[in-house]
């Protein structure tokens, strides 16, 4: 039990009631429904939105995975704020996953306006761990592109060795046996999952190195070009919207040096992006909102996301 703790702290807890919200089903897949709870203010104002995605290594999490404590912020700024489930691994492979993602934006586009009066030309994405992923994938998949996107220890290289070989931190936990790490997976194509189980898998994968092949169903070492898409850092540009990266030091989950590498290849082809270190933090770090060097950090994802979407 004691391993799977400690995987479970990439699924933030919330620790307040939750403003009032609605929820729509964005899209259904078969027999699976995917949806989004939709967070405004009263009234009848046009206001900026914010796509949010959980993380949980695109295995475990759900949209009810935001904050409370940043929402609220998020809100008192102006802004509406979206968040989606979509289909996890492994039943549902990165492909589709991604596809998911890209839906729930074209639905915030397309039916944003009429349904809870947002301007369709100011989304920024936001997303955590494997949401911060996926938001790096909006950055060349969306179309049009955000306005804007802010990574929380998310991750460019899905191919690399940090995934697709057995972890140290990880490894140096309990060992999963594989029946039970397949036994908590496998069954009915889900969207959006509170953990439990699942975590086992999610551990399993990384003591032996195959997050990368039980997620996309392709094997990094046989076939590295096929993750050519999947991969955030392979794919920057110029047209790139403006980033920004947090990330803390010392986390032993998704190592520093993905954000590291992003921010680098961002400053490579000239994109607006700021880097934020998180020293002497780990994974989830925004988990403690109430110190002031968190706090701090998150004013600043306030102001860079004013920058972008706010009118002067």
């Known amino acids: 039990m004691a391993a ?18 609605q929820t729509f089903t964005y899209k259904v897949v078969g ?45 008192k700024a102006g802004y509406t704020v979206v968040s989606i489930d979509y289909r996890l691994a ?24 009429g349904l809870f009066g947002i301007d369709p030309a100011r989304v920024a994405v936001i997303g955590h761990s494997a949401g911060g992923y996926l938001t790096l994938m909006a950055g060349f998949r969306f179309h049009p592109r955000p306005k804007a996107l802010v990574a929380f220890y998310g991750y460019g290289d899905i191919a690399g ?21 397949y036994q908590s997976v496998g069954g009915s194509v ?37 993750f050519d898409p999947w991969c955030p850092i392979r ?7 403006p980033t920004l990266l947090l990330h803390g030091d010392q986390d032993t989950d998704v190592p ?20 934020v270190t998180m020293g002497n933090r780990g994974h989830g770090f925004d988990r403690e909102m109430q110190e002031p060097a968190v706090a ?11 920058k972008y979407l706010l009118p002067n």
């Not at 589709?96 to 890209?102: F, L, N, P, T």
């Open 4 to 21: 799977i703790r400690a995987v479970l702290i990439l699924l933030p807890a919330v620790l307040m009631a939750q403003p009032a919200k």
């Open 31 to 75: 027999d699976c429904s995917i949806q989004a709870d939709v967070y405004r203010t009263p009234g009848n104002s046009v206001h900026p939105a914010i796509l949010w995605i959980h993380g949980g290594a695109l295995i475990m999490g759900n949209r009810e995975g935001l904050r409370v404590e940043q929402l609220e912020k998020y809100l």
């Open 90 to 113: 492994p039943e549902t492979k990165l492909d589709a996953i991604i596809e998911d993602v890209q839906d729930a934006y074209r639905w915030l586009r397309e039916k944003g306006p």
């Open 161 to 181: 060795k940090w995934y697709a070989r057995p972890d140290p931190f990880y490894s140096r936990q309990p060992a999963v046996p594989k029946e039970a790490a």
């Open 190 to 226: 889900i969207a959006g999952s509170a953990g439990g189980s699942r975590s086992a898998f999610y551990l399993y994968c990384r003591q032996h190195g195959l997050w990368p092949k039980e997620v996309t169903g392709h094997d990094p070492d046989r076939e590295p070009k096929v």
């Open 235 to 241: 794919n920057v540009t110029r047209e790139y919207p």
């Open 256 to 275: 520093y040096e993905q954000s590291l590498l992003m921010a680098r290849k961002l400053e490579k082809y000239h994109v607006d992006h700021n880097l």
């Open 296 to 306: 701090a950090a998150f004013d600043g994802v306030l102001a860079f996301l004013k």
